[in-house]
T-cell receptor, first 113, second 115 residues
């Protein structure tokens, strides 16, 4: 089993829809999590960090469920420009000194007119 | 100017050739990382370094070596390239002393093709 797993999708949604992605992690000692956005053939860029129960930034909400070991990303009122791959990452336990992240394989979102 | 730069951006080479990918950063970060990305596999860590004197293997270090020439420079070498090393390679940096916050900043990537 991979340490961080995501449904690769693609998720195809119409503009204006609400879409949610989940990311599961296997190591219960993981404390910090991140959502990165990656456009085609470009570098990943940090979208949101999740350290406690959740985080919200405009149309984007990330939540952490420690009991079930998953984090979620909710996108409300989807825009065409939200089309991208969303990568989930967990800080490797015991790695606060090295910052070592473990990434999932990414979830692809296509928002259609 | 970009904070994290990678050279070259694209490279096509032949099996058995030695290749070096270079990464430079102006962010003043101590930690640097090399990842490869393959379709369906996400980002996999090759090597990481959290200062000039400390280099560590990641999950897929076989066939690769690195050099941390200075705080700002971290190079990845393929001593004898093989076709299954064809991938998109990213360098990343992060700051030390932020506890668990650890945001990583990525370079633009190098697309490597080994024929």
């Amino acid at each position: 089993r991979k340490e961080v797993e995501q449904d690769p999708g693609p998720f195809n949604v119409p503009e204006g829809a609400t879409v949610a992605f989940n990311c599961t992690y296997s190591n219960s000692a993981s404390q910090s999590f991140f959502w990165y956005r990656q456009d085609c053939r470009k570098e990943p860029k940090l979208l949101m960090s999740v350290y406690s129960s959740g985080n919200e930034d405009g149309r984007f909400t990330a939540q952490l469920n420690r009991a079930s070991q998953y984090i979620s990303l909710l996108i409300r009122d989807s825009k065409l420009s939200d089309s991208a791959t969303y990568l989930c990452a967990a800080l490797s336990p015991g790695s606060s000194n090295t910052g070592k992240l473990i990434f999932g394989q990414g979830t692809t979102l296509q928002v259609k007119p | 100017d970009a904070d994290v730069t990678q050279t070259p951006r694209n490279r096509i080479t032949k099996t058995g050739k030695r290749i070096m990918l270079e990464c430079s950063q102006t962010k003043g970060h101590d930690r640097m990382y090399w990842y490869r990305q393959d379709p369906g596999l996400g980002l996999r860590l090759i090597y990481y370094s959290f200062d000039v004197k400390d280099i560590n293997k990641g999950e897929i270090s076989d066939g690769y070596s690195v050099s941390r020439q200075a705080q700002a420079k971290f190079s990845l070498s393929l001593e004898s390239a093989i076709p299954n090393q064809t991938a998109l390679y990213f360098c990343a940096t992060s700051d030390r002393g932020q506890g668990s916050y650890n945001e990583q900043f990525f370079g633009p990537g190098t697309r490597l093709t080994v024929l």
